[in-house]
């Protein structure tokens, strides 16, 4: 089956706009996540779900930024107001269940570059 | 808290060599510890996890890693490079009862012929 799909794998927007990214999760998947990878850094956890509701935010970096899921399968991460900062790689990832012993897997990203 | 540092941004190593990536953590509790792959223009691939079973730990591609409480390290080694193993590795951890994993900041390997 096909793995974690993220689209666009690559986004160019003006600072200042809105930009929506997608993330498809493995099938039967309730687990996912998004991390940011900046220029030279680990990925950095932003947000998990865990079916529909957001179990744990507090990655998120500010209130213009916001990710929804909202019937456990397909998630989309929303920034407002983009900032020249916001570039990064932004990472989803997708695990059957929860804990430690899950492994996630990740999908190739979507490449961000706000000019 | 947790986190983790590896030490070397950049490590380079002869084909045939021994591979040793290194990676130190912090955990307040016992901690599951992870080592990913990232080759150009892919994602995050697991390579092995240690969940509080067997000190040393076999992945996949040969590499293994070896969980020292003492030293509070979890390093990465392999015996042999080859050259299909030039990639950037990230150490991460997890704390029981916490979903987020925190990654370190990578060591791109580079092997020479």
């Known amino acids: 089956g096909a793995g974690v799909s993220q689209t666009p794998s690559n986004k160019v927007t003006?600072?200042?706009?809105?930009?929506?990214?997608?993330c498809d999760p493995i099938s039967g998947h309730t687990a996912l996540y998004w991390y940011r990878q900046s220029l030279g850094q680990g990925p950095e956890f932003l947000i998990y779900f865990q079916?529909?509701?957001?179990?744990?935010?507090?990655?998120?970096?500010?209130?213009r930024f916001f990710a929804v899921r909202p019937e456990g399968s397909v998630s989309t991460l929303k920034i407002q107001r983009t900032e020249r900062g916001d570039?990064?790689?932004?990472?989803?990832?997708?695990?059957?269940?929860?804990?430690?012993?899950?492994?996630?897997?990740?999908?190739?990203?979507?490449?961000?570059?706000?000019? | 808290a947790q986190s983790v540092t590896q030490l070397g941004s950049h490590v380079s190593v002869s084909e045939g060599a021994l591979v040793l990536l290194r990676c130190?953590?912090?955990s307040s509790v016992p901690p599951y510890l992870f080592w990913y792959v990232q080759y150009p223009n892919q994602g995050l691939q697991l390579l092995l996890k240690?969940?509080?079973?067997?000190?040393?730990?076999?992945?996949?591609?040969?590499?293994?890693a070896e969980f020292k409480k003492s030293e509070t390290s979890f390093h990465l080694t392999k015996p042999s490079a080859h050259m299909s193993d030039a990639a950037e590795y990230f150490c991460a951890v997890r704390s029981f009862g916490n979903?987020?994993?925190?990654?370190?900041?990578?060591t791109r390997l580079t092997i020479i012929p």
């Open chain 1, 87 to 115: 570039s990064a790689v932004y990472l989803c990832a997708s695990s059957l269940n929860q804990g430690a012993n899950t492994e996630a897997f990740f999908g190739q990203g979507t490449r961000l570059t706000v000019v």
């Open chain 1, 14 to 22: 003006e600072k200042g706009k809105y930009v929506e990214l997608r």
């Open chain 2, 99 to 106: 979903e987020k994993l925190t990654f370190g900041t990578g």
């Open chain 2, 50 to 64: 240690y969940t509080s079973a067997a000190t040393l730990v076999k992945g996949i591609n040969g590499f293994e």
């Open chain 2, 24 to 26: 130190n953590y912090s």
């Open chain 1, 51 to 63: 079916g529909t509701g957001a179990a744990d935010d507090s990655g998120l970096p500010n209130d």
